[in-house]
Structure formats: C-alpha cells, structure tokens
C-alpha cells in the first residue's frame, strides 16, 4: 500500500537571527504538515514567528535548520537558481503591503511573474486579462497602483500570484490593511480560489479571519501552540 504524501512537509525547522551579539530564535522548532487542497490559517502575534514561516515556505529564506520538503523537493537542497524556478512553478505570495510597482500599469503589475517563462506575449496578455476577470478589475487593467482603492490593489496583488496558477498560495496578512466590507470580500476571493483547487496558506492575526480557513495553526514566541 503506497501511503500519500503530504503537500508541505516543515520538519524541525528552526530560524535565528544575530541581533548585535544576541541569538535570537524567531522559530525555534516547528513540525507541520499540510495537504493539497487545503486553506490553512497561521495566527499569532507581532513577533511570533509567523510571517519568517511562511518566507521560508516561500524559498525565499533559509531555515537555520531542519527541513521543508514541497511535493518530494527538499527545496533548501536546491541551487538558488533551481528555488527560483521552484517558486515560478508552485508558489504564488501576496505580501503584505502589496508591492505593486507604482509606475506600471495594473496589467503590468500582473505579468512581472511571467517574466521569466518564456511565454509569447499574447499568451502573457490573454491570462493576465483572464485573471483580472476573475478577481472583478477587468475593467481596471490600464489605470496605476495610486489610483485604485486599497481592496482593489489587494486584488491586484492576489491577480498577480496566481497568474502563473501556482498549487499553493501564500498570503502574509491579506486583509490587514483594508475595512471590514472589503476584508470580507478579499477572504470570499481566496476561498473561491481554494474551491478551485488552489492549496492556501494565510498568515493574520485576526480571529476573524481565521474563522474562513479550514484549519488554524496557532504560533506563539517561535513555536506552535495549542
């Protein structure tokens, strides 16, 4: 009998930084395990290690120790190179400040991660146009950053993380900037994404936001918590 393999596999992974003269342990030790498919809330305070869990989900920073293995990659046994095709391919991150670029149009804004495809140019256009009719700004495509709304621009920031359909989404705080109506309508966005298929991990330190994932993972002071 062949025993399915989890998505996400983070085993004893730990991150400490030198402040000055100081270790500090932003993760002590954390073992998880997440499946395809599934939305899983991250939830803990300022400084409870979450947001540098999920950049080393991400590939983009290296665990002190322990492993994080995504779909059988080990992927901090890969080059730098080969993390970045990685990332291409599986991961799709919405940050927290949303890091449009301002001078570039929304449409713009959402090709950046098909740079480096190698797509034709009119296969780049048809999906980029395709998300931003799945996230309600196709009618937005050739305004800039400054002059949207602050849940539009959230919007533009989800269009461009899965433009490439990325299986697993990484969102770090995707509604904490935005008022209640419009927090409400991002979540309703990612939960559509996760009926399609999407798996997404969603790090807030709102219960309330909590209350829309499947499962909830509490992190406190680097470790998890019951």
Request: contains cysteine; proline residues 4%.
């Amino acid at each position: 009998m062949i025993i399915p393999q989890n998505l996400i596999e983070i085993k004893d992974v730990g991150k400490d930084y030198l402040d000055g003269d100081t270790l500090v342990s932003a993760i002590a030790k954390m073992d998880i395990s997440i499946d395809d498919g599934e939305f899983v809330g991250i939830m803990g305070q300022s400084g409870s290690g979450k947001s540098t869990l999920l950049s080393i989900l991400g590939g983009l920073n290296q665990p002190t120790r322990g492993r994080v293995v995504v779909d059988t990659l080990d992927i901090y046994e890969l080059s730098s190179e080969q993390r970045a095709d990685f990332r291409s391919e599986y991961i799709g991150i919405i940050f927290q400040s949303f890091q449009l670029i301002p001078y570039l149009t929304v449409k713009e804004n959402i090709k950046l991660p098909m740079a480096i495809t190698g797509l034709k140019a009119k296969t780049q256009e048809e999906m980029a146009l395709n998300v931003l009719n799945k996230v309600g700004l196709e009618n937005k495509a050739n305004r800039l950053p400054d002059q949207l709304s602050g849940g539009e621009q959230e919007r533009v920031a989800i269009a461009r993380a899965i433009v490439n359909n990325p299986p697993i989404l990484l969102a770090d705080e995707p509604t904490g900037n935005l008022d209640s109506k419009t927090a409400g309508e991002v979540i309703s966005l990612l939960k559509q994404l996760n009926k399609e298929g999407q798996t997404i991990i969603m790090v807030t330190h709102n219960p309330e936001m909590c209350r829309h994932s499947g499962r909830t993972i509490h992190v406190k002071d680097g470790r998890l918590s019951s």
